[in-house]
Nanobody
Framework: QVQLVESGGGLVQAGDSLRLSCAAS????????VGWFRQPPGKEREFVAA????????YHADSVKGRFTISRDNANNTVSLQMNSLRPLDTAVYYC?????????????????????WGQGTQVTVSS
């Protein structure tokens, strides 16, 4: 198993930047593909970004493309989400999640049901 802890959330103004981190412990981190998801107030959890086991492939939701960047450091067991040009609609609880299965992920990286391990979430609030 792997345990995940998110950090870096906070209250910022529109146009500001934040960097979220997801620290992993337990099994070898490179055994997992990782995704970031978010849950806006009163809405369902949605896909934000995902990164492959080695970090060589990344995917971003259209709503954040060009503003957010996912990256990982397997040596330090962390995955980061750099968020620039934040908007009030980005307000949400942000979660990182780990996928420990096989090649199915390449077609389902956006599906939260594919991820078995989740952190507790970190709140991001963007004021206008």
């Amino acid at each position: 198993q792997v345990q995940l802890v998110e950090s870096g959330g906070g209250l910022v103004q529109a146009g500001d930047s934040l960097r979220l981190s997801c620290a992993a412990s337990g099994r070898t981190f490179s055994d997992y593909a990782v995704g970031w998801f978010r849950q806006p107030p009163g809405k369902e959890r949605e896909f934000v970004a995902a990164i492959s086991w080695s970090g060589g492939n990344t995917y971003h939701a259209d709503s954040v493309k060009g503003r957010f960047t996912i990256s990982r450091d397997n040596a330090n067991n962390t995955v980061s989400l750099q968020m620039n040009s934040l908007r009030p609609l980005d307000t949400a609880v942000y979660y990182c999640a780990a996928y420990g299965g096989g090649s199915r992920w390449w077609n389902r990286y956006f599906d939260l049901d594919e991820y078995a391990y989740w952190g507790q979430g970190t709140q991001v609030t963007v004021s206008s």
